[in-house]
């Protein structure tokens, strides 16, 4: 067999630069600036782990089968997957670039309130004032932007931020405070890490979170003994499939 080119040799680590460091260096082929690879390494920090959310919880649940680890950890994945959990900050970014100036943002994010749409990156489940991630992230992104003099990005998702609490006082009367999420993209594409891999970048910072949370629910030091998760569940539904709810006996269905 013949030998690769050199284009396709895959990057091998260096000793002396950080994990983070590494996985700029590895992914690119380019030495990142220390201060870039710190700003990622406080990435990957912030989004190790964030309590029972639903990726976790579907680890958890798996390992609650005495499912293997890896089956466990597949499962947080599938659910991290979703655009409403990990993969809302590739959704953020598509939101940044089909936006493209900051004249456009308010007019965008009216509309899309008005239509009874989510901006993805805004709001939280459980954050009833702002995750105190997205501050992180925020500066990450506001010094970002001037060390690569590319400050579109950053400035458009501030006016998305600002437009967004704006617009929802309007119409909801209530407040709405940026997510983990909302900065984490402009981040992300100021790294020069391609969209399709942000929620995989979600993945490998989690991935530490998920095995804790597996092996501790996998040894019973949560509870005094391994218990399977079933929840109770009473349907009050009236959902039928596509077909009607009218019920009609077999003799006289049309074969």
């Known amino acids: ?3 690769y080119p050199e284009w396709k040799k895959p990057v091998l680590p260096r000793s ?3 994990h983070a460091g590494n996985f700029l260096y590895m992914l690119s082929g380019s030495l990142p600036d220390l201060d870039t690879a710190r700003d990622f390494d406080t990435c990957l920090v912030l ?6 959310n639903a990726s976790t919880f579907a680890g958890r ?3 609650s089968t005495h499912a293997h680890l890896y089956a466990s950890v597949a499962a947080a994945l599938g659910a ?5 959990h990990g993969g809302a900050n590739s959704e953020v970014m598509r939101i940044l670039l089909e936006i493209g100036e900051v004249s456009r943002v308010h007019s965008w994010v009216r509309e899309k309130l008005q239509k009874g749409g989510k901006v993805m990156g805004m709001g939280h489940a459980v954050y ?3 995750d105190p991630r997205a501050g992180i992230l925020r500066r990450i992104s506001e010094k970002l932007a001037e060390r690569t003099g590319e400050r579109r990005w950053y400035e458009i998702t501030r006016a998305i931020e600002e437009a967004t609490k704006e617009e929802f006082r309007k119409i909801k009367g209530k407040e709405i405070y940026a997510n983990v999420d909302l900065y984490s993209a402009s981040v992300y594409y100021m790294m020069n890490i391609p969209v399709d891999l942000f929620t995989p970048v979600f993945a490998i910072s989690r991935i530490s979170g998920w095995a804790a949370h597996i092996i501790e629910e996998k040894f019973a ?3 005094p003994k ?3 998760y079933r929840p109770d569940a009473d349907y009050v539904g009236t959902y039928c499939g596509p077909q009607s709810c009218e019920y009609v006996p077999i003799e006289e269905r049309s074969k």
Do not use: P
């Open 16 to 18: 002396d630069l950080s």
């Open 61 to 63: 649940e798996v390992a």
């Open 226 to 228: 391994a218990e399977l």
């Open 1 to 3: 067999m013949g030998s």
């Open 128 to 130: 009833h004032t702002e």
């Open 47 to 52: 989004h190790a782990e964030h309590s029972f």
């Open 80 to 84: 991290l997957s979703g655009e409403l």
């Open 221 to 223: 030091e949560a509870q």
